[in-house]
């Protein structure tokens, strides 16, 4: 009797067979349907004219100005197990929005690109497959050529699921390129829900801790940061250490880093013989470096993840993380940063779930 839900995969059961049904949504089949792919008409002007239907004849939807798009919903019992994009909407204007079961609020909300690590994306919509770009080779993210975004978070839903992306550009749509996989399937009693939080402070005010993640409160773990810091100061900026404070925790934290670049897995200012080196790795990396360019562009800019898929970090009641900036300045002292940072905290708990502070408006998410 088969029993696995197909849930979990790894190369230790990847032969295992289950009962799950595989689904997956885009704009090829916006409902997800069992033989329901390719069905659009081709427009009369379109280049699937001559082909007819089942030609490519819908391969993206069209996000307008100030307009939400539903991108999937899903009924029933099962997990999303992978997600790609691609498209002009590589930019702040696009938010992504994930809502699990019957709670009005979302579990996840932050820019799209932000989700996928990539704070500092750049799209010119006028040549969408211009550089500069980066790319991130991590298990749970990889970010490609050109601007392609995949995502293998698991998440697991009991009632329904719904994605959508919002367009806050007053003038200007996006085409929006998507897959959304999943599966429908018994998910057990002790699968939480998948959260992902976008902040930023610009500046950080002198002396205070970046806040990560505040009011989480349930049972669940903590999977992952990604973080965009540019530096408004000359020198090393990154010996701040990062906190996890943990059920009830009070002034001092139960985890404490050593240093940013040691959070992210790096060491010694990230430094090779006096340059930035960049690294991405399936759970850790320094993916981006920005550079002055003696002329408009003034500021350094690095780009970082962390996965804790090996190493999570798990909390019963509540979580609280919190991340220093600090920079040297003169006899050996160390220097509070006031940098723009921002950051998506990742994790899993279980619902209800608090209500996210406010995003902000499209002009304090503008990268300038």
């Known amino acids: 009797m088969i029993t696995f839900n197909g849930l979990g995969r790894h190369l230790g059961n ?13 704009a090829e089949n916006p409902t997800g349907a069992k033989g329901a792919g390719a069905m659009a008409d081709p427009a009369p002007d379109g280049p699937a004219r001559e082909l007819g ?9 069209t996000v307008e100005p100030g307009a939400t798009a539903v991108l ?9 197990q992978s997600m790609w994009f691609g498209g002009s909407i590589m930019d702040r204007d696009f938010i992504f929005r994930i809502y699990w079961d019957d709670q009005e609020h979302p579990s996840v909300e932050c820019p799209l ?7 500092f994306s750049f799209q010119n919509p006028d040549r969408p497959t211009a550089g500069p770009i980066t790319q991130i080779n991590s298990i749970p993210v ?12 698991e998440m697991p839903f009991r009632r329904r699921a719904k994605l959508t992306l919002e367009n806050r550009n007053p003038v200007r749509a996006g085409a929006c390129f998507y897959q959304v996989n999943y599966c429908l399937t018994d998910v057990p009693e002790q699968a939480a829900y998948f959260h992902a939080q976008f902040r930023r402070r610009n500046p950080l005010p002198y002396l205070e801790p970046y806040v990560i993640l505040d009011g989480v409160e349930g049972h669940g773990h903590y999977v992952g940061t990604s973080m965009g810091w540019t530096i408004n100061n ?31 897995g790096g060491a010694y200012n990230f430094d090779l013989d006096g340059q930035y080196t960049i690294y991405t790795t ?11 360019d003696g002329a408009y562009r003034s500021q350094h800019r690095h780009a970082m993840y962390r996965w804790h898929v090996m190493d999570p970090i798990n909390f019963r009641r509540n979580l609280r993380v919190t991340i220093q900036a600090l920079g040297w300045r003169s006899e050996g002292r160390y220097y509070p940063g006031q940098h723009d940072i921002c950051s998506v905290a990742y994790w899993y708990q279980t619902l209800p779930a608090q209500r996210f ?5 499209r002009n304090a998410l503008e990268i300038i």
């Open 113 to 119: 690109t932000d989700f996928f690590a990539m704070p």
């Open 142 to 153: 990889a970010v490609n050529p050109n601007r392609a975004l995949n995502c293998f978070w």
């Open 14 to 26: 990847l032969s295992w067979l289950s009962n799950a049904e595989t689904r997956s949504i885009s």
């Open 72 to 80: 999937a919903e899903i009924e029933g019992t099962g997990a999303i």
């Open 282 to 292: 399936p759970y850790l990396g320094m993916h981006q470096v920005l550079r002055p």
């Open 53 to 61: 239907r089942g030609w490519k004849c819908r391969p993206y939807v």
């Open 357 to 361: 502070p406010e995003l902000p408006d």
């Open 234 to 264: 000359a020198g090393w900026w990154g010996e701040g250490e990062i906190k996890f404070y943990i059920d009830g925790d009070g002034e001092y934290p139960t985890i404490c880093g050593t240093g940013t670049e040691d959070y992210f």
